[in-house]
């Protein structure tokens, strides 16, 4: 216990002897060794310095007195007016032996720096900002030197931006500490860091972050030489540990390295989390397991312009690479590989090989060598031979386009050519590729996301050659339909992979069905009445022979297709098409649709219709969009020439003023049921016969522009009248009709229909010795109608020779068969000179009835003549005799004759 207590009292003297001359020796060399160094630090100082506070101190960092500085801050050197800041530091500690200090040898044997920073750049032509010290010519002065034997650094980050070599980096020194006789000419030299990376970036882009790094190092220093050989060496990054052997010289324009780095039996998944995290983010579902060994040298120069060369060659053994969701691994995965930086020790002379690659995929495997040289502008070589089961490489390689992807794809490939990044590939890249090989397609399916197109059952050979790709037979089902192609694919490769690259195939296309809705149609859940979108692309062009068996639209269907397919520029055209559809045939059709315009889609269209169904044509067609001629109105066999032209936005709306058809019809054996326009002239024909009317044959030519359907003159030889018809129609249902029908019709009908009996001009099964004509005309719209005699229709048609007499027409017919007895008007006095009205009977002779020049002077006898020989008639000459027009009070209307 005494002795403890004689200790304790020793150790207290001591303390106080020391503390006690600490404090006397502070205040009586403070005011020196300040003065002193900061002289000789101004001396040697190329750049400003800031101080807040200088403190001398023999205890703080006992046994060496120290000099603190506190809050310091050095501008960087620059010819710039406005400096930024080099260096700072919260404490720098410079530390002498207290010796040294007593005999005035100021001679600094530790440095510490602690919370500060270092900010170093590089401009673009190799000038830096650091170069704060100034050489010193006088070296007599030995009272001021370093003989360090300690450097260290505690929570300091160092800032680098080096312009000149597109780089930039961030690492915080936790600790760093450098030991040894730094003023020996040959020493050893102990070096421990404990560093974290922020960031460390290579032109623009990411090759190390957030990752810490512990250094171990034994140098073998020989100053005389600038020498620094390492004897031992150990870097770890992560969890990832080196082994360093070699050596470093200064020189005066950076450090000469010859280093050699080796790791053995490093994870995989290790080295996977050396990435940046913008690639890690897509290998978050991958798992990997394996080992990677390599042996690496870095010799040449470093410095502000210059990089050493890297050359390292590496192992893969028994790798794993397992996506999570799917559980799909690509297994058993050897090679070997080689990495360089090649002659000029840049990017774009790095070169990273593959070779003897071998895994396992699935029930198939993935084998080859593959390179990529010169990583700023990738130029990619590489041989390989794969078989792929198609539904594991979709959930493997995350292709989410594709709902459905089931078969075999086996391919064997040599290819090289320049791809600038796999995310940015450039069309001229791709142009220059040198491709080779073959591949077959077995028992495929597809099914893109949310579209309603499948492809099943493909098989198909393709053969590789550079940017294009030869089918030489590809068949399959299309939505269930058979189909096959055969031809050629140009600039194939930079038409997938980027947008806007043309396309051109040459080819066949044979298919056994093909539904225009489903390719029409981008959503699945769309129905039938869904907005279609049509856009043609301007940027493929193909020229394809074509063979559809079966091809439909909505409800028009059409059989045993043929024609020609061109398109170009986003106009689509086809010629010398022929079909069967609507019980019929149509030939020599050409078809243009020009889409090249914004949301302007012109059709024009020309062909031949041979002998269709009309009625199937109207169902099919779907009445052509209005209701007031429908399919259930007319039957017959169709025979037409077409000519058509409209213009359509993007969703096929129809523009109706600018739609032109121009069609020679002829129709036979035709029907007409329950016809608005025809049962109107149920005034003159019985209803019965008006709802059903046959006819063997009806020419005409119709024409529809401006939202109006304009017929000719046109014949109609019914089993109702014989009747011709003429007028307009349009399409918001106006209609102006006009029709001559032959009274002898008339009156032959409207007699029978009053008695069937009633024989008083005999039953005349055609009256055409002398022909009688009834003009009509019907206005309004289909629903709401006039019909009245057409006296316009009458004066176009007269004939020049026809011999007229006017007479009331309703008098006279009251006489002859008894009609319109509740009209008051018929007792009224026929007038002498009867006024000009609306309904005109027309009488025209045959042309074997007209007889010579005598005959022609008689019927242009004057008109007194004729009333002073009046010649008395009876039954239908009289009935002729005594025709005139109404007066204007008896037009008809509404269906009221």
């Given at each position: 216990m005494r002795l403890l207590k004689r200790i304790l009292i020793v150790f207290s003297v001591l303390l106080v002897l020391i503390l006690g001359t600490g404090i006397v020796i502070s205040s009586i060399y403070e005011e020196d060794v300040k003065s002193y160094m900061l002289s000789k630090i101004n001396e040697r100082l190329n750049t400003r310095i800031d101080v807040k506070e200088i403190n001398f101190s023999v205890l703080k960092k006992f046994p060496y007195a120290s000099l603190e500085f506190n809050d310091v801050s050095a501008d960087e050197v620059t010819k710039n007016e406005k400096k930024g800041t080099l260096f700072s530091a919260q404490s720098v500690y410079l530390q002498f032996n207290i010796i040294d200090i007593i005999n005035k040898n100021y001679i600094i044997k530790k440095i510490n720096v602690e919370n500060g920073l270092l900010n170093i750049k590089i401009d673009k032509k190799g000038n830096n900002n650091y170069q704060v010290w100034k050489a010193v010519s006088d070296s007599s002065n030995h009272n001021f030197n370093l003989a360090l034997s300690s450097l260290q650094f505690k929570n300091f980050t160092f800032y680098t931006l080096n312009e000149y070599k597109n780089l930039d980096f961030s690492i915080e020194a936790k600790t760093i500490d450098l030991t040894g006789n730094f003023s020996a000419v040959k020493y050893k030299l102990t070096t421990t860091a404990d560093l974290f990376v922020n960031q460390f970036n290579e032109a623009g882009q990411s090759v190390l972050k957030n990752k810490s790094i512990n250094v171990n190092t034994t140098f073998s220093v020989n100053q005389e030489e600038n020498l620094?050989?390492?004897?031992?060496?150990?870097?770890?990054?992560?969890?990832?540990?080196?082994?360093?052997?070699?050596?470093?010289k200064e020189t005066e324009n950076g450090t000469n390295l010859n280093l050699k780095i080796n790791a053995n039996n490093i994870q995989i998944e290790d080295a996977f989390s050396l990435f940046p995290e913008s690639e890690k983010k897509k290998l978050?579902?991958?798992?990997?397991?394996?080992?990677?060994?390599?042996?690496?040298?870095?010799?040449?120069?470093?410095?502000?312009?210059?990089?050493?060369?890297?050359?390292?060659?590496?192992?893969?053994?028994?790798?794993?690479?397992?996506?999570?969701?799917?559980?799909?691994?690509?297994?058993?995965?050897n090679t070997k590989g080689s990495f360089s930086n090649g002659k000029g020790k840049k990017n774009n002379t790095t070169k990273l090989s593959l070779s003897e690659f071998n895994s396992v995929f699935g029930a198939g495997k993935i084998s080859g060598n593959y390179t990529i040289t010169n990583f700023t502008n990738p130029y990619i070589e590489f041989n390989s031979e794969a078989n792929i089961d198609l539904n594991q490489a979709r959930d493997f390689f995350k292709i989410d386009t594709l709902e459905t992807a089931i078969g075999l794809l086996d391919i064997n490939i040599k290819y090289s050519g320049y791809i600038k990044e796999l995310n940015n590939i450039q069309a001229q890249d791709l142009q220059k590729l040198n491709a080779k090989g073959n591949a077959e397609l077995k028992n495929a399916d597809f099914k893109l996301v949310n579209h309603s197109v499948t492809f099943e059952q493909l098989n198909g050979a393709f053969q590789f050659n550079n940017n294009n790709i030869e089918i030489d037979s590809l068949n399959g089902k299309l939505n269930g339909n058979n189909f096959n192609v055969n031809g050629k694919f140009n600039n194939l490769l930079a038409f997938i992979f980027l947008q806007n690259e043309p396309l051109t195939v040459y080819g066949t296309i044979e298919a056994s069905k093909l539904v225009l809705d489903e390719l029409l149609l981008k959503d699945e859940s769309a129905t039938k009445d869904s907005i279609y979108t049509l856009s043609l692309p301007n940027n493929i062009t193909f020229k394809c022979v074509t063979a559809i068996d079966t091809f439909t639209f909505r409800r028009f269907k059409a059989t045993d297709v043929k024609g020609h397919l061109n398109l170009s520029n986003s106009v689509l055209s086809a010629s010398n098409v022929s079909f069967k559809a609507m019980k019929g045939q149509i030939s020599n059709a050409n078809f243009v649709l020009n889409a090249s315009e914004l949301n302007r889609i012109t059709m024009t269209s020309s062909a031949q219709i041979d002998d269709i169904d009309i009625n199937q044509l109207f169902f099919e067609f779907e009445n052509f969009g209005q209701e007031y001629f429908v399919q259930e109105n007319i039957k017959g066999r169709a025979t037409s020439t077409i000519q058509f032209a409209s213009l359509w936005d993007s969703h096929l709306t129809l523009n109706k003023d600018l739609l032109y058809v121009l069609a020679d019809l002829t129709i036979k054996n035709g029907e007409l049921i329950d016809y608005k326009p025809i049962l109107a002239m149920s005034k003159y024909i019985e209803v019965d016969e008006l709802q059903h009317i046959k006819f063997s044959n009806l020419s005409t030519q119709i024409e529809i522009k401006n939202q109006l359907i304009s017929i000719p003159k046109t014949f109609i030889r019914s089993s109702a009248l014989d009747v011709d018809v003429a007028g307009t129609h349009s399409f918001d249902n106006k209609i102006d009709y006009?029709?001559?029908?032959?009274?002898?019709?008339?009156?032959?009908?409207?007699?029978?229909?009053?008695?069937?009996?009633?024989?008083?001009?005999?039953?005349?099964?055609?009256?055409?010795?002398?022909?009688?004509?009834?003009?009509?005309?019907?206005?309004?719209?289909?629903?709401?109608?006039?019909?009245?005699?057409?006296?316009?229709?009458?004066?176009?048609?007269?004939?020049?020779?026809?011999?007229?007499?006017?007479k009331t027409v309703k008098q006279l017919l009251n006489n002859e068969f008894g009609w319109f007895k509740k009209d008051s008007t018929i007792n009224e006095p026929i007038d002498e000179k009867p006024k000009d009205s609306g309904l005109q009977i027309e009488w025209e002779e045959d042309e074997d009835a007209k007889t010579d020049d005598n005959k022609k002077e008689d019927r242009s006898t004057k008109k007194e003549d004729v009333e002073k020989n009046p010649k008395k008639k009876k039954g239908l000459g009289k009935l002729i005799d005594k025709i005139a027009q109404p007066d204007e009070e008896e037009f008809e209307e509404d269906g009221d004759f």
């Open positions: 620094y050989e390492i004897k031992e060496g150990e870097l770890s990054i992560e969890n990832l540990s080196f082994d360093l052997i070699g050596n470093l978050l579902t991958y798992k990997s397991k394996g080992v990677i060994s390599f042996e690496s040298t870095i010799i040449g120069e470093l410095s502000t312009q210059h990089t050493p060369n890297i050359e390292a060659d590496f192992e893969i053994k028994n790798g794993t690479i397992t996506e999570v969701n799917s559980n799909i691994s690509l297994s058993k995965i006009q029709f001559r029908v032959l009274m002898s019709d008339v009156i032959w009908r409207k007699a029978k229909s009053k008695k069937k009996e009633n024989t008083e001009f005999g039953y005349i099964e055609d009256d055409r010795e002398g022909k009688m004509s009834l003009y009509l005309r019907m206005t309004g719209t289909v629903d709401d109608y006039k019909i009245g005699y057409d006296s316009k229709g009458v004066k176009e048609k007269w004939k020049q020779d026809l011999k007229e007499e006017k």
